[in-house]
């Protein structure tokens, strides 16, 4: 049996003063084991739950609440005997956890509140909470009503204008409400045993230093705001290579689309390649502004098939594994479908976590884009934060030439799950 691993003095601390407020949040930097703590004292809410109301996990989507919680939790590494009493088929909304059965809520846009209208909830577990719409928190909190409610919540920092910090955070005695905060330095995984040891948190550190808003939130767990340059660690030089110097890849993990009439339509792929990279490899684009007709739906579902249907690769064949479209674009998918018997899946269209995945792995050297990918290329430079979404606290880019990035973020969030564990020396972990 796999022993969990020793627990910082300040780690413990958490766990034991979670108990004392109605919420308690771990905020902070990426690795810095906030996950691990949570779910520590998670379990111990468990084992203390009366029964009378709810247990729920809540996640961005389903998917995300398998892989960073219950996957988690199953892990005997972290979490010894524990571990084997979490029981969850892939696919459902309920899992068994201490014999209890736990709802597993996707919260990703702010429909979502519908799920708990009128429930009773007694314990909560929210992973992410800045990614979680306001009104879905809002709506959580008043279902905690019966005596002893909790809710337990983990997340990186946001835009300092975030209404989770200026509503919460800033206001935490009031809202019975504690607060702690971790960074890689907190985490004694990186320390003990020297493996991966302070070079891990040296890697990290170097792979966000060209982006000083993810530095500050990711490595430091600051909340700051977003402006200027997105992906101002774009380096050319650094980032592009030619399509014929393609290293040999062994699986091309999806297709990312962006549609349009009006602005471009665009067709990207990504590869995985047998050195533990990911590669931008090749983009289909049509240009609005060049057509002397603009193509209807019809005619760029066919373009699209007609490109899907090339060799990508100069070496070898391989068939995408998921084609991620635009979630709004329905008519479009609906097009692909009928017209061209191509089912896609509706991308994940997190804006600010995908642009933070991006912004990883380039600055870890684990993404590379070929020369084929002219749009994303053409975009990168010019892509810029909204400075009156920032004044609201979100993190979104102008909407102005944005058509390529929008289907690189598309195919690098959506296939998340598939390159997480397969890229670079040890899994990335937020």
Known sequence: MSRPPALSRKQRWSIARAASAKIALWVGAVSAGKTMVSLFAF???????????????????????????????????????????VKHTTGSNTAII??????????????????????????????????????????????????????????NPGSSQHWLRVKYILDAVAQNMIVFHFTMHDNPLYFEGGDPGPSYIRDMEASFRKSKLFFDRFIKGLWTNAEGAIY??????????????????????????????????????????????????????????????????????????????????????????VLAADPAALAYRQELRESQGIDTIPADNSV???????TSLLGRGLLKVTDRCWGVIKEMPEYRYDPKATEKGLDE?????????????YVIASTEGEWRDEVGPRPLTF
């Open 98 to 155: 201490l014999g209890r059965v736990v709802h597993l809520v996707g919260a990703n846009d702010a429909r979502s509140e519908e799920k708990i209208r009128g429930s009773t909830i007694e314990l909560a577990y929210v992973d992410e909470a800045t990614l979680v719409p306001e009104a879905f928190w809002a709506m959580l909190l008043t279902r905690l009503r019966v005596a002893g409610a909790r809710l337990l919540a983990t997340t």
């Open 232 to 321: 101002d660690g774009w380096d050319p030089a650094v980032h592009v290579i030619p399509w014929e110097t393609l290293p040999p890849i062994y699986r091309l993990l999806g297709v990312g689309m962006d549609f349009g009439t009006q602005h471009a339509t665009s067709v990207v792929i990504l590869g995985l390649g047998y050195d533990r990279k990911l590669y931008l490899i090749d983009e289909l684009r049509i240009e609005a502004e060049t057509q002397t007709q603009r193509q209807s739906p019809s005619q760029q579902a066919k373009a699209i098939a007609d490109w899907l249907k090339e060799n990508h690769l100069p070496e070898g064949h391989l068939r995408p594994e």
């Open 43 to 85: 379990f111990i809410a468990i084992r203390h739950t009366k029964g009378r109301g709810l247990i729920v996990i809540v996640g961005k989507t389903l998917q995300t609440i398998e892989r960073n919680v219950i996957g988690e939790m199953q892990k005997p590494e972290l979490y010894g005997r524990l571990a084997k009493q």
């Open 352 to 358: 600010a976590y995908g642009i933070g995945l991006i």
């Open 397 to 409: 880019p102008i909407k102005i030439g944005d058509d390529s990035l929008d289907a690189f973020r």
